[in-house]
């Protein structure tokens, strides 16, 4: 099975969890994003990686079109159902990859994309073609889960997220961010951290983790040195903390031309 067909089979086994999941269907960053296209009221604006759509269905009210795309048809399938239960008649989903969007140049106002990237097989492409796709005043969201500075901690979450879920590519630290989409021509005009608290129950439930690769999380969690026990702050309940990014970007004009 390649990596892209892992994708779609892990997340459409699990698409109703992440639609119930409460880190997903909640959070600052989704007020924050009601609050940024209220007060831009772009026209159009693409959900990319959308998830069962809890991006697109809160700011639905607030943009005159939104493009929900995905590549797992399960995901999208639910999106619908719950747009049409909402009566909200200005979601249209669409099927596809990140690196290879079917959009015309310069055709959103807005991008976003939230807990997905770390999904992605090319992160550097997918940042290319958002460019290609965003108009020259338009404003591109990315959230996810960063990985740490430290390389011990980098190397912990790295294995964690791999054991817990096969599809998972890279959670990227700031600087390879930060140097990405310095190379694709995007300039960061807003970059906030927080930590994320992650249940580990509910964390390894919503993916349909197995039963060993569960136990084998535990011991790898057991074995940790105690800079990344302090760093994660795992409790006795194996649960633990996420450092997650909102990178506000725009294209950099000057240097694109």
Not at 50 to 59: D, F
Not at 140 to 147: F, L, Q, Y
Request: charge should be negative.
């Amino acid at each position: 099975m390649d990596a892209q067909h892992l994708v779609i089979t892990q997340f459409s086994s699990t698409a109703e969890n992440y639609f119930e999941s409460k880190v997903h269907a909640q959070g600052n960053d989704l007020l924050n994003l009601i609050d940024m296209v209220k007060k831009s009221s772009p026209h159009r604006l693409l959900d990319l990686g959308c998830g069962p759509g809890h991006v697109s269905l809160n700011l639905s009210s607030h943009v005159k079109e939104i493009i929900a795309y995905d590549l797992s048809e399960v995901m999208l399938s639910i999106l619908q159902r719950v747009a049409k239960e909402r009566q909200l008649s200005n979601i249209t989903c669409q099927k596809g990859s990140a690196e290879k969007l079917p959009f015309p140049d310069e055709y959103f106002d807005v991008i976003v994309t939230r807990f997905s990237a770390h999904h992605w097989l090319s992160l550097q492409d997918a940042l290319l073609e958002m460019k290609r796709v965003l108009n020259p005043q338009g404003t591109i969201i990315i959230v996810d889960v960063t990985a740490p500075s430290v390389a011990l901690c980098d190397t912990a979450l790295q294995t964690m997220e791999i054991l817990r879920d096969a599809s998972h590519v890279r959670d990227y630290s700031l600087r390879e961010w930060n140097r990405m989409l310095e190379e694709a021509t995007l300039f960061v005009s807003n970059q906030t951290q927080w930590k994320l608290p992650i249940e580990f129950e509910s964390w390894v439930k919503r993916i349909n983790t197995p039963i060993n690769r569960i136990q084998a999380l535990k011991d790898v969690i057991d074995v940790f040195p105690n800079e990344v026990r302090e760093y994660f702050q795992f409790d006795t309940t194996y649960s633990f903390e996420f450092d997650v990014t909102w990178f506000e970007v725009q294209k950099n004009v000057h240097l694109s031309k």
